[in-house]
């Protein structure tokens, strides 16, 4: 069974720092893509960001809006994939969640998803 389980989220301060853990298994956790995909109230799900199976600083995605502020590696010795957030501001408040992708290149068509985190910012 495909397990995601995450962890990290809470209440900051506007420009303050969070760092998302992401935990699998179930799966041959080095052979996919993982993403974190946020929903805040009301809104859409957004893909924040991914990184695709091999990992490293060329195969990592992000949404302009967090671009130079979130930083997303894995662990394929841990089977966890983590999300830096610096500079947060109210906008990225949200429910954080992890997803396994379809294939070892990010494609957005999500396998599974965890139970996500909470991530709320105060100004």
């Known amino acids: 069974e495909v397990q995601l389980v995450e962890s990290g989220g809470g209440v900051v301060q506007a420009g303050g720092s969070l760092r998302l853990s992401c935990a699998a298994s179930?799966?041959?956790?080095?052979?996919?893509?993982i993403g974190w995909v946020r929903q805040a109230p009301g809104e859409e799900r957004e893909a924040v960001s991914a990184?695709?199976?091999?990992?490293?600083?060329?195969?990592?995605s992000y949404v302009d809006s967090v671009k130079g502020r979130f930083t997303i590696s894995r662990d394929n010795a841990k089977n966890t994939v983590y999300l830096q957030m610096n500079s947060l501001n109210p906008e990225d408040t949200a429910v954080y969640y992890c997803?396994?992708?379809?294939?070892?290149?990010?494609?957005?068509?999500?396998?599974?998803w965890g139970q996500g985190t909470q991530v709320a910012v105060s100004s």
């Open positions: 990184i695709n199976a091999g990992g490293g600083s060329g195969s990592t």
């Open positions: 997803a396994k992708d379809l294939s070892s290149t990010w494609s957005g068509v999500f396998a599974s």
């Open positions: 179930g799966f041959t956790f080095a052979e996919y893509a």
